[in-house]
Structure formats: C-alpha cells, structure tokens
C-alpha cells in the first residue's frame, strides 16, 4: 500500500438497524489487508463509538477513511446540533442520550472517551449549531 486506500460511508441518523455498517466494512478490508488483530480492534471500538454517537445525536453524517500502510486516518463528520462543552461531553459517563436510547443499551457516556482511548490521535472540533467533525489516527507499528 505506498497510497491510501480511499474509503467513504454515509450514517444514517437514527437508524440502529445500519449503525455499525462503516466500521464493520473498514474492520473487514484491514483483515483482508493483513493489519494486526490488536490495531482492528482499537480501529473497530473507535470507529464505531463515532458512528453511533452520529446515529443518536447528529442526525447521521460521513465517514470518511485513508487506510495507509504505517496508519489509518479516521474522519466523522455530521451537521448535527454540536457539542455546547467539549471537555465536560470527554468526562466518562457524561451523556445527553434520551431515556429512549439508553433504553436501547446506548448512551452510557462512553463513546467520546472510547474514542480518544483506542487511538493514536484524537482531534475533535464542534460548532453549536453547525456539527462535528472527529479526526482519528491508530498506528499500525
């Protein structure tokens, strides 16, 4: 792989049915791409926390992903209402998920904090109002 490997999902918002979809299908190339099971698992969790916290609290968004030899850079991007308190929504167990989603298992505050755990690097930037947009990176060595 000497040039990224392009890779671009849309997240539907609300749609548990979908949910997961992206990172499954990355999760699945980088087994086809012989990347190690430790940096498909952290890649797996990170992503996928993204997705869903897209799915109930954005109203969906994009996942854009550049899958390189040494890393994968990992994008989200949604236009939903945006993040008021960033440093507060990164606290563990901080959540603005309804009583319906944690009804449904989701919303125990842990997305954001997974996200930044099982990556290299996190980047989170919000606009109240305009949407957020997540830049993630796991090395591979």
Known sequence: MSDALHLEFEVSGNNFVSAGGASDEVK?????????????????????????????HAGGGRAIVDIYREKIVIVLKDEGPGI???????TEGYSTATDNIRDLGFGAGMGLPNMKKYTDEFNLESEVGKGTTVTMVVNFF
């Open 28 to 56: 699945k190339t980088l087994k086809m791409l012989g990347i190690a099971p430790q940096f498909i698992r952290k890649v797996a969790i990170a992503m996928y926390e993204g997705e869903i916290n897209m799915v109930i």
């Open 84 to 90: 008021p308190n960033i440093e507060l929504a990164l």
